[in-house]
């Protein structure tokens, strides 16, 4: 069964740090990987997604994730994070060639920006 | 265009209660999911609908849930009677239909169900 896994629930960056979200990833078969943001009272927000071509991933806001077979990671990752940055991030996973394209999620990851 | 719409966007209900919520999903999707987020824990599927079939239910908890597209356009789910364990937030998808291609999901602002 695929299934991914966020290191850290909590992670806190001073602003203009570099952002790290880190997901591994359990899967059996080549995955499709996707990160989500959500924002304060809103809903999930589609950030990027990998679906087995370029391994760099660039996502809107900045971000980017690269897909890293070897060790099946595909971490998140902004230069310079901004205050509104602030949100819950989570990572998810779809089975290729499944008839229903569930997503898997991780538990999510807040990331807090300090001024 | 109009993104992923739910309704309500709150709900309190006491234990034993029924509670529908109600996805509309973007005009023109064909793939309606439902997920949950249990406080604490991660989201989870619950369902999937293409058009008005559902194609994959086996995240559906109970026989207390009872999910509904007719007509393909808009979905409700039905909670029967509603227990402690239920509350939660509920959040719609939605994405685009063509088979071997996996487009992104597009989701509401969720309904925040709290049961007492």
């Known amino acids: 069964a695929q299934s991914v896994t966020q290191l850290g629930s909590h992670v806190s960056v001073s602003e203009g740090a570099l952002v790290l979200l880190r997901c591994n990833y359990s899967s059996s078969v080549p995955p499709y990987l996707f990160w989500y943001v959500q924002y304060p009272n809103q809903g999930l927000q589609l950030l990027l997604k990998?679906?087995?071509?370029?391994?760099l991933v660039k996502g809107i806001n900045g971000f980017e994730a690269e897909f890293k077979k070897s060790e099946t990671s595909f971490h998140l990752t902004k230069p310079s994070a901004h205050m509104s940055d602030a949100a819950e991030y989570f990572c998810?996973?779809?089975?290729?060639?499944?008839?229903?394209?569930?997503?898997?999620f991780g538990k999510g990851t807040k990331l807090s920006v300090i001024p | 265009e109009a993104g992923v719409t739910q309704f309500p966007s709150h709900s309190v209900i006491e234990k034993g209660q029924t509670v529908t919520l109600r996805c509309d999903p973007i005009?023109?999707?064909?793939?309606l999911y439902w997920y949950r987020r249990v406080m604490g824990k991660e989201i989870k599927f619950l369902l999937h609908f293409v058009k008005e079939s559902k194609q994959d239910e086996s995240g559906m908890p109970n026989n207390r849930f009872l999910a509904e597209r007719t007509g393909g356009t808009y979905s409700t789910l039905k909670v029967q009677p509603a227990e402690l364990e239920d509350s939660g937030v509920y959040f719609c998808?939605?994405?685009?239909?063509?088979?071997?291609?996996?487009?992104?999901?597009?989701f509401g602002p969720g309904t925040r169900l709290t049961v007492t």
């Open positions: 998810a996973v779809i089975r290729s060639g499944a008839g229903s394209y569930q997503l898997t």
């Open positions: 005009s023109g999707h064909d793939n």
């Open positions: 998808a939605s994405s685009q239909q063509l088979a071997g291609v996996v487009y992104e999901q597009y």
């Open positions: 990998y679906t087995s071509a370029a391994t």
